[in-house]
Structures are given as structure tokens and as C-alpha cells.
């Protein structure tokens, strides 16, 4: 059984750091991409970052680009995210998402709320 399970988020003010774990289980480390979406209240959910297990290319959403860093550590098999700077709309409730580039197959966590205050 495949398991994405974030931790890290909480409450932090503007210009503050927070590091996002996503620890997975049941799929094979440089076998799937990995990235972070975010959904804010009343908005649709939006890519924030992904990085791939052929070659560790990342991408990163223009609003948080040299904010935020995505790296990932097979041995651990848990990608993280560093956020920095934190801004009032950063603010969502964060999820991972794996491909799993053998079945073709999308995996969700269940999400990590982040509340930047101003």
C-alpha cells in the first residue's frame, strides 16, 4: 500500500521558515516524481514545487520561487520542502503528490495546514 504522509506545518509569522516532510511508503525511491501543491481556502488547489527521480530537476510556481526548495532523500525515502520568507499568502493547507513512473498511478497525502501570520 502506497502512503504519503506530510508533517511540518503549523503557525508561523511573515518572514518566518517552516520545513515540510513528506514520507512515503510503498513506492520505490527514484522510481516516482515527487512535488507539493497547495490549496488555500475557497481556492483551487496549485502547484508549488516537484522535483524528478531521474535527474533531481525541480520546478518551482513563479509566487514562490527563491523562497522555496525542494529536495528529497532516497536513503529516507521522504522529500521535504523549505519554505522561507513566508508570506500571508502562503497560507493552505499543503499536500504531496507522487507518480509512480512504473503504474502510471497519482498518490495524495492528506495534507499539512500552514497559517502565516501577518
Known amino acids: 500500500e502506497v502512503q504519503l504522509v506530510e508533517s511540518g506545518g503549523g503557525l508561523v509569522q511573515t518572514g518566518g521558515s517552516l520545513r515540510l516532510s513528506c514520507a512515503v511508503s510503498?513506492?520505490?525511491?527514484?522510481?516516482?516524481?515527487i512535488g507539493w501543491f497547495r490549496q488555500a481556502p475557497g481556492k483551487e488547489r496549485e502547484g508549488v514545487s516537484c522535483?524528478?527521480?531521474?535527474?533531481?530537476?525541480?520546478y518551482y510556481a513563479d509566487s514562490v520561487k527563491g523562497r522555496f526548495t525542494i529536495s528529497r532523500d532516497n536513503a529516507k525515502n521522504t522529500v521535504y520542502l523549505q519554505m522561507n520568507s513566508l508570506k500571508p499568502e502562503d497560507t493552505a493547507v499543503y499536500y504531496c503528490?507522487?507518480?509512480?513512473?512504473?503504474?502510471?498511478?497519482?498518490?495524495w497525502g492528506k495534507g499539512t495546514l500552514v497559517t502565516v501570520s501577518s
Open positions: 510503498g513506492l520505490t525511491p527514484n522510481n516516482y516524481n
Open positions: 503528490n507522487a507518480v509512480d513512473l512504473g503504474q502510471g498511478m497519482y498518490y
Open positions: 522535483i524528478t527521480s531521474s535527474d533531481d530537476s525541480t
